[in-house]
């Protein structure tokens, strides 16, 4: 009898399996747009060299990203895949170059990566919540 319930349940999408649920990481906008502003903070520092960033910042940052996926029931190793999949280094750097290039950033050159954090310093953007001028 309790077969034929869950059975019905599940048939009619009462009763879903969470792992049937659960998009993929790089769907999840929060997780996956913060990792991308992460990162382009840590490009804008890398490039420019009158801007830092708040590494302290940075760090936790992180762990609150974390923290995140695994409250909306992704496990360690979900979230680790995610993180070292090449693939999705490669769309992260991707999406990161389109993101330069629509603002305007010549990446030959380190004023244009300096106007920018210093811009998304001012907006007290996310990217710029990552980053301090020196």
Same mark, same amino acid.
């Not at 995610?82 to 004023?111: I, L, Q, W």
């Given at each position: ?15 879903? %399996?969470?792992?049937? /649920?659960?998009?993929?990481?790089? &769907?999840?906008?929060?997780?996956? @747009? #913060? ?8 490009? +804008? ?7 830092? #960033? ?25 979230? @680790?895949?995610?993180? @070292? %999949? @090449? #693939? &999705?280094? #490669? ?5 990161? /170059? ?9 990446? %030959? ?10 811009? &998304? +310093? ?13």
């Amino acid at each position: 009898m309790k077969k034929i319930i869950l059975t019905a349940l599940l048939g009619a999408g009462l009763l879903a %399996s969470p792992l049937a /649920a659960k998009p993929p990481l790089r &769907e999840v906008a929060a997780i996956d @747009d #913060a990792l991308l502003d992460l990162g382009i903070a840590d490009r +804008i520092r890398k490039n420019c060299p009158s801007i830092s #960033a708040r590494m302290l910042k940075a760090y936790g940052y992180v762990y609150g990203l974390k923290d995140k996926a695994r409250e909306l029931g992704y496990s360690d190793a979900e979230i @680790d895949a995610y993180v @070292d %999949s @090449d #693939a &999705e280094k #490669a769309r992260m750097k991707a999406r990161g /170059a389109a993101f330069f290039k629509a603002r305007g950033v010549d990446t %030959s050159n380190p004023d244009s990566y300096c106007a920018l954090g210093r811009e &998304e +310093i001012q907006k007290s953007s996310r990217i710029g919540s990552l980053l301090k001028a020196k």
